[in-house]
């Protein structure tokens, strides 16, 4: 599904350039759920990003289901964003001004899908994450734990292909973290693509296979069982 | 076959892809729109005071466009009640003979026989004069049956044809007759009620002065407040000839002091008509470089004497509404600006979830122009409910009505999108095209380099109008208090002045020896006009002229004693004396005419009026003979016979309390003039009736006005700008907090950036002002003062730093902790 070929990401400065990914290759299939791991300025988020279509590669090549995705015109862009790939993010993201029910609900806004439709995707997801009662409540009122779920289903509803987690556990104490882990390990059962971006050890074995990126190099690749029994 | 099917299925898959594609778009729609409001009126409840000082920016700028929209259409659309507007004229004299060129809004009456009658455009014309000579502030008094009187401003000798021409609506009697007969007179409806309190004054009688006896042949409605021409009463021209004595009236030429009014017919072209009658004087002796033009009625309120002196003021103000405007428009781009910050996330996160760049720009467009046109809406409140507060404060009485003036609702929803689009464009754009990336790891401000440096000149700009409306304003406040109170060059505080007009002649002797009993009287005299009241031109040459040169005066006709009781001061020779008996054929000529003469000798040269020789035998120290905004005339006196007949002004100079004096001499005159009607005033209703004082009067209190919301405006932007700044900064502030820098520092360095942009503002402001200043009207204009500059500048300045003062102090004061808490 996902397929990068030698991917540089650097910054030019007057007399020195500093890569943040250098050469990285990695292909990613359907179904697979990968961590990232590495420590901080390794280049994780931007790995993340340049997948996700918010930042471009300096050079190298990007293609999604065998077709390049770089250069792509903002409106492709756009449409990506809204059919294809979903955003979790470390703090959460929400829009404040929004309740629960209308945060999930604005990606389906921009994909145009009907009212009626809508309203019925939405109350689906919240039931299953158990949030029904807490629909017209804004995220302040929310735990942590609370509001990432929401991140999960707004960034789910579209029913996406690929999950794009950045360190979603990051701010979570470790209970709640786990239980967003389960989460997106349940949506990996069920045929998701998730790729995450972790620090955490223990939290990163839930992926199928972890990446260890050190100074935006790919030092490790590996089936997560492996890495473990090490 | 199968290229058939496949074309087939093709087809079929594009109109369904379409289909699809339309439905998609339409549900996008709908709840785009549903949610653009909700989204709104959150944004409202969660940035209060945002909203509140960027709607408050908004009211009040588009309260005080619409306020002067209002009356500045008020001036420009004078007149346009008259159905005939498009046709009528004013038939003026241009005098080339005079310098600058005087185009004098009377005309004589021949023009009204001999001239105007034959032109074949000309559908109708009309011979007008006000009562009492011309004057402005000269009136007429009335006599009721009961025996009472009083005095009544702005009547006119008038024909008939005034109902043709003009759209006049008459609650009694005929239209056609009203005024065709001698001796009837039609009155207003205010003055027909003030007399016949009882109504039907068609047939019943009024006494003009104490003597004449008219009927009441019309009562009219008064004219509308934006009307050139407010008669309070018309006399019926026929009347005119008995009444002033003036038989031939109709034949004389050199006569300038009626008003000539033509109707021209539908489709006929001014200019043609102006150059037939364009050699009218040809044979008037004296007046052969004079010549009548017409001069349109759209133009007879804004710019009476073809001078543009009102039009430069209206242009001025509507400068400073748009610029009112204009800093809110740029109050608005900073504090939205300056908020979108706090929206970043949003933006961020909505770009992620699938939104592109143009749907974000769109909407916040959108919800910039709903502000606008909410405040729009909020502001025609305002402006309507503050109209009477405007008009107190510009002493004038324009009625005023919004919500049935079309034409400028359409026009101030216009300004308003306009001011949407030209403010919500600019944010719109940077908001929309923030790196969600960046935006969401806390880093917006990084990338706003660019935006930050517009910021600057827009702030810039803000300064540099806020500093130009102040020193225009200061300007315009000395200046009129310059106009206000500058050396006339005579007594005008201890004066008394009448108008009289007795049956019987009387010596002044006779008067004056009763008043001076008085120790009160200090002075009396008796003249044809005083200053500010009542002008009498003429054409003299003089001992030493060229051939051809002849010189447009004002004559006086004077007493004895008119130069000591004006506390006039002789440059050269003496006041009129009794001593010398030929003084009655002797003159005195003031200071500008002796220039215009160029003699180096005055006393003894002569003067020359109508071929006669007057010897001159003193010089008078210039003086201001009409308003201070004008340059002093050339202007030459007279003696009199010493003998009070027909109309006149009597100046009387007291000591002490006025009221007193006054008290005393209206006893001694109605005991010298029992039947003749007369009031004593005070000359500063003489010096107030000057269309100038009104003028730069109102002119000085829209200007303070216009500071003031140009201050309260700046406030609301530097308050706006500030915020912005120390938002960008509270991280800074907090880091060098932590290792140890003093809140002086910081302090000092925001500082820096807003004298940059104030000595930016000065390089603009002062010579705008400066500019301004010298396209002024009016003859004498006090020099600047570097104080004008040095208190705008200290005062823009001062709201700068209280602001930074204010914004810094609460940063710095905090806990450094706090500031550093965010990402």
């Known amino acids: 599904m996902i397929h990068l070929n030698n991917i540089d990401k650097y910054y030019d400065s007057k007399f020195q350039r500093t890569f943040v990914l250098k050469a990285v290759n990695l292909e990613v299939k359907e179904g697979e759920f990968v961590s990232i791991m590495g420590p901080s300025g390794s280049g994780k988020s931007t790995l993340l990003n340049i997948i996700g279509l918010l930042d471009a590669p300096s050079a190298g090549e990007y293609s999604l289901y065998d077709k390049s995705v770089l250069d792509l015109k903002e409106k492709a862009k756009v449409d990506y964003h809204r059919n294809f790939m979903g955003f979790i993010f470390q703090a959460y993201h929400l829009i404040e001004e929004m309740t629960v029910y209308e945060n999930i609900e604005t990606p389906l806004i921009y994909k145009g899908v009907k009212s009626r439709d809508r309203q019925a995707m939405v109350a689906d997801l919240l039931d299953r994450f158990n949030m029904v009662a807490k629909k017209d409540l804004f995220p302040q009122q929310l735990s942590g734990g609370q509001q990432q779920l929401v991140g999960i289903a707004r960034a789910i509803i579209g029913k996406p292909k690929l999950l794009l987690a950045d360190e979603p556990t990051g701010n979570l104490q470790s209970v709640q973290g786990e239980m967003i882990m389960e989460t997106l390990q349940q949506l990996n059962n069920e045929g998701m693509t998730i790729i995450q971006v972790t620090h955490n050890e223990k939290f990163a074995e839930y992926g199928k296979r972890i990446i260890r990126l050190e100074d935006g190099i790919i030092r490790k690749d590996v089936a997560s069982k492996i890495v473990f029994s090490i | ?823």
Not at chain 2, 42 to 54: A, E, G, L, P, W
Not at chain 2, 188 to 217: D, H, W
Not at chain 2, 702 to 715: E, G, P
């Open chain 2, 1 to 823: 076959m199968i290229v058939r099917v496949l074309i087939l299925w093709y087809g079929s898959g594009i109109s369904r892809w379409t289909i699809i594609q339309k439905q998609t778009e339409n549900n996008r729609l709908k709840a785009m729109i549903k949610h653009f409001f909700i989204n709104i009126f959150r944004n409202i409840r969660h940035n209060k005071v945002f909203t509140i000082i960027n709607l408050a920016n908004l009211v009040i700028g588009f309260a005080v466009f619409i306020l002067f929209s209002v009356l500045i259409s008020h001036e420009l659309n004078f007149d346009k009640f008259n159905t005939n507007y498009d046709n009528i004229y004013r038939v003026q004299t241009r005098q080339e003979d005079s310098y600058p060129t005087n185009f004098c809004t009377y005309s004589p009456a021949a023009f009204r026989f001999h001239l105007m009658a034959d032109v074949p455009e000309v559908e109708k014309v009309l011979l007008m004069r006000e009562v009492s000579g011309g004057a402005k502030g000269s009136g007429q008094f009335f006599t009721l049956p009961d025996g009472s009187q009083f005095y009544q401003l702005n009547g006119y000798w008038s024909e008939n044809s005034i109902f043709d021409i003009f759209t006049i609506n008459l609650k009694e009697g005929n239209k056609s007759t009203a005024l065709t007969e001698p001796g009837t007179i039609a009155l207003s409806e205010t003055l027909s009620k003030k007399i016949f309190p009882e109504g039907n004054a068609l047939g019943k009688q009024v006494i003009v002065g104490k003597r004449f006896p008219v009927t009441v042949s019309a009562v009219y409605t008064d004219f509308p407040q934006n009307s050139n021409l407010k008669p309070t009463y018309l006399v019926s021209m026929p009347t005119y000839p008995g009444l002033s004595g003036e038989l031939a009236y109709g034949e004389n030429w050199t006569n300038i002091s009626f008003d000539n009014y033509v109707l021209l017919k539908k489709g006929a072209d001014p200019k043609l008509v102006d150059a037939k009658i364009k050699n009218a004087f040809k044979d008037v002796k004296n007046f052969e470089k004079s010549s009548p033009y017409l001069h349109p009625l759209s133009k007879l309120h804004i710019s009476p004497n073809s001078q543009p002196d009102v039009i430069i003021g209206l242009a001025i103000l509507s400068l400073a509404a748009f610029l009112v405007l204009i800093l809110a428009c740029v109050n608005y781009v900073n504090l939205s600006l300056a908020n979108s910050t706090q929206r970043a996330t949003e933006i961020g996160i909505k770009k992620v979830i699938g939104s592109s760049k143009k749907l974000l720009a769109t909407q916040f467009l959108a919800e910039t122009i709903l502000h606008t046109l909410f405040a729009t809406v909020l502001a025609l409140f305002v402006a309507q409910a503050s109209f009477p507060l405007l008009n107190r404060i510009l002493n004038k009485n324009i009625d005023f009505s919004l919500w049935n003036n079309a034409q400028l609702l359409i026009f101030i929803s216009l300004v308003s999108l306009l001011v949407g689009i030209l403010s919500g464009l600019y944010p719109s754009l940077v908001i929309s095209s923030y790196n969600p990336v960046k935006v969401l790891k806390g880093k917006v401000f990084s990338n706003g380099g660019n935006s930050i440096s517009i910021k600057k000149i827009l702030v810039a700009a803000q300064f540099s109008i806020s500093l130009f409306m102040l020193i225009v304003s200061f300007i315009l406040y000395n200046h009129v208090n310059f106009i206000l109170n500058k050396d006339l060059g005579f007594e005008n505080k201890k004066i008394l002045y009448t108008e009289i007009n007795p049956r019987d002649k009387m010596p002044f002797e006779t008067v004056k020896t009763r008043m001076l009993q008085h120790p009160e009287i200090a002075d009396i005299s008796f003249s044809s006009t005083i200053p500010f009241i009542g002008n009498i031109g003429g054409y003299v040459t003089w001992e030493g002229a060229a051939p051809d040169e002849k010189e447009m005066i004002s004559r006086n006709y004077v007493n004895y004693d008119f130069i000591p009781t004006y506390n006039l001061k002789m440059a050269y020779g003496r006041n009129f004396s009794k001593e010398y008996p030929a003084d009655n054929k002797a003159c005195i000529i003031n200071e500008t005419a002796l220039k215009v003469f160029g003699w180096s000798d005055p006393v003894g040269k002569l003067i020359y009026l109508e071929g006669r020789p007057f010897p001159v035998v003193g010089v008078v120290k210039d003086f201001h003979p009409y308003s201070v905004h004008n340059p002093i005339p050339t202007y030459i006196m007279f003696l009199n016979n010493n003998v009070i007949s027909g109309s006149t002004l009597l100046t009387v100079r007291f000591t002490g309390d006025e009221q007193k004096a006054r008290a005393l001499v209206t006893r001694e005159l109605d005991t010298i003039f029992p039947n003749d009607p007369f009031e004593f005033k005070d000359f500063s209703i003489a010096f107030y009736l000057d269309a100038a004082i009104e003028f730069w009067q109102s002119m000085k209190s829209m200007f303070i006005f216009f500071a003031v919301v140009t201050l309260l405006i700046s406030t609301i932007g530097l308050f706006g700008l500030i915020l912005f700044t120390v938002k960008r900064r509270t991280k800074e502030i907090g880091v060098r907090k932590v290792l140890g820098s003093s809140v002086g520092s910081v302090y000092w360095q925001l500082s820096t950036e807003v004298i940059g942009m104030l000595g930016f503002a000065i390089l603009v402001g002062c010579p705008a002002a400066i500019y301004i200043y010298k396209t002024m009207p009016g003859a004498y204009k006090e020099p600047l003062t570097i104080s004008e500059f040095l208190i705008a500048i200290a005062l823009v300045a001062v709201i700068a730093f209280i602001t930074i003062s204010y914004h810094v102090l609460k940063v710095a004061v905090s806990n450094p902790v706090k500031a550093l808490r965010y990402e």
